[in-house]
């Protein structure tokens, strides 16, 4: 956008007519690839003479499929994204289809605009691992990144936009650096000493990477939050084995132990991935029990499907897509009960809030929302002093702003 905005173009609502129309896709369930055709089918409905680009994991997998589209005037993969306004001014003038998008091999640095609350910083890309129900690795390609001179150097250039809060992303977060000899946890503590930035979350850390040193540090850092999101997928070692994952239920529990050892109040995410195939009655009882011993604060759940490319396909013991659902359904209402339970604990505490520079209305009263730093919504009355900074701000029953939902 930031870029875009740059080269002259108004950025409008998808909905609305426009010369141009970019869907940046995704590839990661049936479902999400299914909304990324409707998408594109929509945005030429709406007019037939644009421009539509169609980037991201989608179209670098199933580029061809994408192409059959009439009118469908580019495909750009994902190391490409960055010359999206270079490309869309050339297709402008000449209308040509983009061809299929390369192998992906190149690091962009890129953070995301237009939210002065908060920025996501994508420091890595790409995975290594080829988990066996996962087509992200055909998508992102070998796990890269920039230096850490490079991605600090780029964080002093966000700080200086006035943005308090950095979300790190990447596809396999921990593994940054390692084509330069450079660790993960090494980046932390450069990033921790940059001025400005008043916190930093990690949107997601594998089990197996996530060392003690790494906890340790959050612990005692200046802007890192207690708040982690750890892939867990099953609470199966048998599952997690098919799924060829890296760890097992002994290790994923020991580093929520160490998190809770030395952070008491902070708050866990995880993924869970139910219906997997060869995921029987019996191993997601193990997984419901599992999720259910641990300090999780909520889930991500994601009911599998088949991915193209993905070993999980020679696999047979189908789970029926309704038992899918079924399950997913039931770890929906355990994450609910997490998160209740959570909050719940929290009642009474007063927790540091950043205050979102958009206001929100409620019930025709304006009001400002933030998150704690362990990650509890709260909201206070409207003061536009408060806009943009970290307050203590006691949690209780008034003050959270609670949003369950037990669907897919």
Known sequence: MRQFEGCGFNIINFHEKADVYLINTCTVTSVAEKKCRNAIRQAIAQNPDAVVAVTGCFAQNNARQIAQIPGVTLIVGNDRKHLLPQLVEEALRHREVNPTPQEPVA??????GGDRTRTFFKIQDGCDYFCTYCAIPFARGRSRSATIAETVAMAREIAATGTREVVLTGVNTGTFGRQHGEQFIDLLRELDHVEGILRYRISSIEPNLLTDEIIDFVASSRAFLPHFH?????????????MHRHYDTALYAER????KRVMPHACIA??????????DNETFAQSIAFIDSLPISYLHVFPYSDRLGTAALRMAEKVPVPVRKARSLELHKLSDRKRH????????TVREVLWEHTPHTLDTETVLQGWTDNYIRLQRPFDPALLGTVTPFPVTKLTVVENFSCED
């Open 107 to 112: 690091f962009q640095l890129a953070y995301s």
């Open 230 to 242: 750890i892939p867990l997928q099953a609470g199966s070692d048998k599952v997690l084995q098919m």
């Open 256 to 259: 929520l132990a160490h998190i």
């Open 270 to 279: 995880a993924d869970v991935i139910t219906g997997f195939n060869g995921e």
């Open 341 to 348: 339970a959570f909050v719940e604990s929290h009642i009474g």
